[in-house]
């Protein structure tokens, strides 16, 4: 029987916010306590509400995303008016960048001293508004649970993207309607009209030269049967970075990431498309680097959100709907009358993939980054999180076949921002959604440093995550793009320790890794340590011109 409440009842307000969330179907709640008692407190109170404090509002909105793209769901960030929701502000901004699920639930200061030096006053909805889907300042307590509520629902449904509820301080005081029982929000899915799905199945058959791009909007949906359409289609699949998962690497049809990420010379292929299918992707600026053909194909591009149409580049076909059930009508429609399939086609796919397996591995010696991740690789197989970093030397992971993914794998990575730290938060989430299994964190000796309090984050919740470290000493981006001892001596940093002997000050473990022969053995060490609920923090000494082919392929 469903749950039935007396429409009459009241309760304190953070009980009703709780609860509403509980009954909106999120399960994580991520914050500081207040000095007050408030959302965190009435939270832990609420079944199925799961409560973590993260010490600082910045690892923690980076946990609160890493979470929503691991666990598939929204998540809540709390936080309080002042410096509390502007420590979050980066995290924030790499949240919305990534289109994830992301509730906020703030306080404002009472009215009676704003605009007479308030303490801690600060409008976060106007330095917020132009990251967020939605915002709503909540003045009555009348208006809580719907606000809570349909922040919720926006954040599912409205991109996914960031959503903020701020709540005034005599309404967070005050006692709030208890609301009806609901049934949790579940993502609308819907399908385009007949007729466009023919004219794309039409024009997806005449093409001589598809090419698939899956973009981070594949990841909430079902696009199971996407090898199938590429099979149908005999045409090659690529993803942007967060779109990985879509599509099994090992299968014959995936040629890795698209734009910057893309591994030589798979650039042919992009080039002389004369048709994109686009997945879930707004073809972002990093998607369409090194390829000119998004300029002058057409494209057929699929999508649940309207403003995503044709931002990165001009669309013939826009299907507004849920990506899976369009790859599945199209699949449908091509199976029953098939695609025009050009032998030359297939050719050249075969001919990009051989010399793509050429980069998968190196000795040691030559590139220490692609000796670890063909280990780690060895090591942990594809039922892992991974999560990365967008540094210079660990943009190598984002490479195809280098590190090949299964669609088992969960995926976190930076979105157009690319915020440097963005990592051990992030993983610290991931890690708390699917602590069955390990989580590789893939990161440079800069982005560890700034993020290093994240550590203890993993020591208090028990997390069983693996960071390796690229050390290069120093920044490597910055120093790529420097010529000249002077100019480069600003781009060197000489840590008082070593990362892994930070790891053991944060009461995890820690390894050096200098000689190949012992990088197996290490990583089997931190994965068995995993297991049981503990960090690992693997060093990796990188050289400077330890640069992935894409970087070099693309000038930089």
Same mark, same amino acid.
């Given at each position: ?26 399960? @994580? ?21 799961? $409560? ?12 609160? %995303? ?28 790499? %949240? ?5 699920? *992301? ?23 106007? #330095? ?19 606000? $809570? ?129 686009? *997945? ?8 369409? #680097? ?129 915020? @440097? ?28 440093? #700034? ?37 480069? %001596? ?67």
């Amino acid at each position: 029987m469903p749950e039935t409440r007396d429409e009459a009842a009241t309760g304190d307000c953070w009980s009703v916010v709780a609860r509403t969330l509980a009954d909106a179907g999120v399960r @994580m709640v991520l914050g500081i306590p207040s000095d007050e008692p408030g959302l965190l407190d009435a939270a832990r109170e609420v079944p199925g509400l799961d $409560v973590r404090v993260v010490g600082d509002q910045r690892i923690a909105a980076c946990a609160a %995303a890493g979470h929503a793209v691991t666990g598939r769901g929204p998540v809540v960030l709390a936080l309080n008016s002042g410096p509390s929701f502007a420590n979050s502000l980066a995290g924030l901004l790499e %949240a919305a960048s990534l289109s994830v699920p *992301l509730v906020v639930i703030t306080t404002r200061v009472p009215v009676e001293h704003i605009g007479q030096g308030a303490f801690q006053h600060l409008e976060q909805l106007r #330095m917020v508004e132009s990251l967020a889907g939605w915002t709503h300042r909540v003045e009555t307590p009348g208006q809580v649970s719907w606000a $809570v509520r349909r922040a919720v629902r926006l954040a599912v449904d409205g991109g996914p993207c960031l959503t903020v509820v701020e709540i005034a301080e005599e309404v967070a005081t005050a006692e709030a309607a208890v609301p009806a029982a609901l049934p949790p929000v579940r993502p609308l899915r819907s399908l385009p009209p007949r007729d466009e799905l023919d004219a794309a199945a039409d024009a997806l058959r005449a093409a001589r030269r598809p090419v698939v791009v899956a973009g981070g909007g594949t990841r909430w949906a079902d696009v199971g049967r996407l090898a199938e359409l590429a099979e149908l289609l005999a045409c090659p699949v690529f993803t942007t970075a967060a779109g990985r998962g879509a599509v099994d690497e090992d299968h014959e049809r995936a040629f890795g990431l698209v734009g910057l990420y893309t591994t030589p010379p798979a650039h042919r292929l992009l080039e002389e498309a004369d048709l994109l299918l686009v *997945l879930g992707s707004r073809l972002e600026e990093t998607a369409r #680097m090194g390829w000119q053909s998004w300029r002058t194909a057409d494209v057929v591009q699929v999508d649940h959100a309207v403003r995503a149409f044709g931002e990165g580049c001009e669309v013939r076909h826009a299907l507004l709907g849920d990506v899976g059930l369009v790859v599945d009508e199209l699949a449908d429609r091509l199976a029953a009358r098939g695609a025009v399939r050009d032998p030359a086609w297939s050719a050249a796919q075969a001919e990009v993939a051989g010399a793509q397996r050429r980069h998968r591995s190196a000795r040691f010696a030559d590139s220490p980054v692609r000796a670890v991740l063909h280990a780690a690789q060895g090591v942990l197989g594809t039922d892992f999180n991974l999560v990365q970093e967008n540094g210079l030397h660990d943009i190598w992971s984002y490479h195809y076949p280098v590190l090949s993914l299964g669609r088992d794998t969960s995926v976190v990575c930076p979105g157009e921002q690319t915020m @440097m730290g963005f990592g051990l938060g992030a993983a610290a989430g991931a890690a708390l959604a699917r602590p069955d299994r390990p989580t590789l964190l893939l990161a440079g000796d800069s982005a560890f440093r #700034m993020s290093v309090g994240a550590l203890d984050v993993l020591r208090h919740h028990e997390l069983g995550v693996i960071a390796v470290v690229f050390d290069n000493g120093g920044f490597g981006w910055p120093r790529r793009s420097r010529t000249g001892d002077r100019s480069r %001596a600003l781009t060197e940093w000489r840590a008082a320790d070593r990362p892994d002997r930070v790891a053991t000050a944060f009461g995890g473990w820690g390894a050096d890794v200098a000689d190949p022969a012992a990088l197996d053995a290490t990583l089997r060490e931190a994965v068995e340590r995993a297991g049981k609920g503990q960090f690992s923090v693997v060093r990796v000494r990188v050289p400077d011109d330890d640069v992935p082919v894409g970087i070099e392929a693309a000038g930089y």
